[in-house]
């Protein structure tokens, strides 16, 4: 996206590029090491469904190879996440439950 008012750019250089930067940092990661093995989904998935309930993480960062690199994006967008749903009215939608025999 462009503004409107291409002069406006001029006024937040920092930000003037960020498209780019955002595309160059997701660029590196994933050509890390180990980005193409397939396998790596399916065992996270088998270990996800082996945690206990309540214990689930609300999402996961794949590949393994960027998640020390998201870990504070992670984090942050994972309590503004949880926070989006409770101010929504969605909260009981963040509880982990067994299924009623």
């Known amino acids: 996206m462009k503004p409107a008012d291409e002069s406006r750019s001029a006024e937040y250089v920092s930000f003037g590029n960020i498209e780019e930067r955002r595309l160059r940092f997701f660029d590196a990661a994933l050509r890390a090491p180990g ?7 399916g065992d996270k998935i088998a270990e996800l469904i082996r945690l206990p309930i309540g214990k689930r993480p609300l999402h996961t960062v794949l590949p393994a190879s960027i998640q020390e ?3 504070p994006l992670d984090s942050f967008m994972d309590q503004a996440q949880q926070r989006a749903m409770e101010m929504n009215g969605f909260k ?7 299924r009623a025999t």
């Open 69 to 71: 690199r998201l870990k």
């Open 35 to 41: 980005i193409g093995d397939p396998s790596e989904l």
């Open 92 to 98: 009981d939608l963040l509880e982990q439950r067994t």
